[in-house]
């Protein structure tokens, strides 16, 4: 099994302090910002994927939680990485028996269950966006070890929780949903966050009703009549950044 400490000793001989230092610029990194003291060795997000290339699927969950709880931002995000990889190797698959089948269920179980545990450790919104959606928007789209479907309400329990990241995580594993035609979600977790406080929400909900009109614009209209007053500026501006520019423009001179 490859541990935490090889991971870490590949990432960090690909250090690069120059490319570092923007990194820690554009994440917001400063006194009072969202990303205030995370740390970057200055990797790109194509070398953090080629270590965990390397490593997926043969890393134990212990090993991954030391990962998740490192002081450097790549090593966190690897980590995030590598539970993808575990998520996206236990996927249904049409030539699974009902035993590998109930297999399967049980891990993605698992791996849910351990990304929920250790979420507050996906602490800048490109550990959730690059992870969220395929990890837990995966596990809810298929049924658990005991044949029932995963309940949604975890989604209700983030977005309510007081840890920002958590919040955005909530709404953004709905991008997975989306794809497969289920809005609901989306829109009432959408509705619950209207009125935060947070660009980085205001953002993430603007985006993915944007997703959903991508699906069905009548469904993002209808939920922009119904909710346009109580829309922050920049949510509103996100959701419907693909609309014609005449549609576009008819909302924002409201």
Same mark, same amino acid.
């Given at each position: 099994?490859?541990?935490?400490?090889? *991971?870490?000793?590949?990432?960090?001989?690909? &250090?690069?302090? =120059?490319?570092?230092?923007?990194?820690?610029?554009?994440?917001?990194?400063?006194?009072?910002?969202?990303?205030?003291?995370?740390?970057?060795?200055?990797?790109?997000?194509?070398?953090? =994927?080629?270590?965990?290339?390397?490593? &997926?699927?043969?890393?134990?969950?212990?090993? /991954?939680?030391?990962?998740?709880?490192?002081?450097?931002?790549?090593?966190?995000?690897?980590?995030?990485?590598?539970?993808?990889?575990?998520?996206?190797?236990?996927?249904?698959?049409?030539?699974?028996?009902?035993?590998?089948?109930?297999?399967?269920?049980?891990?993605?179980?698992? *791996?849910?269950?351990?990304?929920? &545990?250790?979420?507050?450790? @996906?602490?800048?919104?490109?550990?959730?966006?690059?992870?969220?959606?395929?990890?837990?928007?995966?596990?809810?789209?298929?049924?658990? @070890?005991?044949?029932?479907?995963?309940?949604?309400?975890?989604?209700?329990?983030?977005?309510?929780?007081?840890?920002?990241?958590?919040? =955005?995580?909530? /709404?953004?594993?709905?991008?997975?949903? /989306?794809?497969?035609?289920?809005?609901?979600?989306?829109?009432?977790?959408?509705?619950?966050?209207?009125?935060? &406080?947070?660009?980085?929400?205001?953002?993430?909900?603007?985006?993915?009703?944007?997703?959903?009109?991508?699906?069905?614009?009548?469904?993002?209209?209808?939920?922009?009549?119904?909710?346009?007053?109580?829309?922050?500026?920049?949510?509103?501006?996100?959701? *419907?950044?693909?609309?014609?520019?005449?549609?576009?423009?008819?909302?924002?001179?409201?």
């Amino acid at each position: 099994m490859t541990t935490a400490a090889e *991971i870490l000793r590949t990432l960090e001989s690909m &250090r690069d302090q =120059r490319q570092a230092a923007h990194l820690m610029r554009f994440f917001k990194t400063g006194k009072g910002d969202y990303g205030e003291g995370d740390l970057f060795l200055g990797l790109r997000c194509p070398q953090t =994927r080629m270590v965990v290339k390397e490593a &997926r699927l043969d890393v134990s969950f212990d090993e /991954i939680e030391k990962l998740l709880y490192s002081a450097w931002h790549e090593v966190r995000l690897a980590g995030f990485l590598l539970l993808v990889e575990d998520m996206k190797a236990v996927l249904p698959r049409k030539k699974d028996s009902s035993a590998s089948a109930k297999t399967k269920a049980g891990r993605r179980d698992e *791996i849910a269950a351990f990304y929920l &545990r250790h979420a507050s450790q @996906a602490n800048n919104w490109d550990l959730v966006d690059m992870t969220c959606p395929k990890i837990l928007g995966e596990w809810l789209l298929y049924p658990s @070890a005991d044949g029932s479907m995963p309940d949604r309400s975890v989604l209700d329990t983030l977005v309510s929780d007081n840890c920002l990241w958590k919040q =955005r995580i909530g /709404i953004v594993t709905t991008w997975r949903l /989306i794809k497969e035609g289920q809005p609901d979600d989306t829109l009432r977790l959408a509705a619950k966050l209207l009125t935060h &406080r947070h660009d980085l929400i205001h953002k993430a909900v603007g985006w993915m009703l944007r997703e959903v009109g991508k699906k069905d614009p009548e469904v993002l209209t209808d939920f922009l009549e119904r909710y346009y007053s109580a829309m922050p500026r920049t949510a509103l501006r996100y959701a *419907i950044e693909k609309m014609d520019e005449r549609t576009r423009l008819g909302w924002l001179r409201r």
